[in-house]
T-cell receptor
């Protein structure tokens, strides 16, 4: 199977600071990546995606960076809010039908 | 708009029992999939379907069956439950064009096999 790993299992940040969540992937053929947010007791929620022909994509308060040279993906959250506390997963898609998920990073925002 | 609906939300089974986890979506999505989520393991793909009548195996298909007779429904069957199948199960759907159609997940079914 694919290997999608996260560098840090937990992350704590002060409210208002920026958060950076990292993810490493192993398959150089992966051409599509997604970040998901999962709150306790809920299903994963799509945050942002990026194709392999891009190295950066921005959304509302979130930015995803892709470094294909080192097979690394990161999610940046600007001005982190208490509502951002959740587990964040990256997922890679090689075949177009199958997503492989990392183990997740738990983000805690300290008020 | 209901999105992806999973039933039941909670279930306790005895070893050897069978059951079906239901998943329905009302977005006319072609792609549907089932994942299981275990502590420290992230989500792992069990089975997926790219359209009615078409299913395929994912990462961890053993012990599970699926069928896709309609676009809307994608049930997951456990024929003989085992304690190793204790997990949280998520169903997901998305449209044909990835990148133009985000994947939607259901709220999950928490299954315990005793």
């Amino acid at each position: 199977g694919e290997s999608v790993g996260l560098h840090l299992p937990t992350l704590s940040v002060q409210e208002g600071d920026n958060s950076i969540i990292n993810c490493a992937y192993s398959n150089s053929a992966s051409d599509y990546f997604i970040w998901y947010k999962q709150e306790s007791g809920k299903g994963p929620q799509f945050i942002i995606d990026i194709r392999s022909n891009m190295d950066k994509r921005q959304g509302q308060r979130v930015t995803v960076l892709l470094n294909k040279t080192v097979k690394h993906l990161s999610l940046q959250i600007a001005a982190t809010q208490p509502g951002d506390s959740a587990v964040y997963f990256c997922a890679e898609d090689v075949t177009g039908n199958q997503f492989y998920f990392g183990t997740g990073t738990s983000l805690t925002v300290i008020p | 708009n209901a999105g992806v609906t999973q039933t039941p939300k909670f279930q306790v089974l005895k070893t050897g029992q069978s059951m079906t986890l239901q998943c329905a979506q009302d977005m006319n999505h072609e792609y549907m999939s089932w994942y299981r989520q275990d502590p420290g393991m992230g989500l792992r793909l069990i089975h997926y379907s790219v359209g009615a009548g078409i299913t395929d195996q994912g990462e961890v298909p053993n012990g599970y069956n699926v069928s896709r007779s309609t676009t809307e429904d994608f049930p997951l069957r456990l024929l003989s439950a085992a304690p190793s199948q204790t997990s949280v199960y998520f169903c997901a759907s998305r449209g044909r064009d990835r990148g133009q159609s985000e994947a939607f997940f259901g709220q999950g079914t928490r299954l315990t096999v005793v």
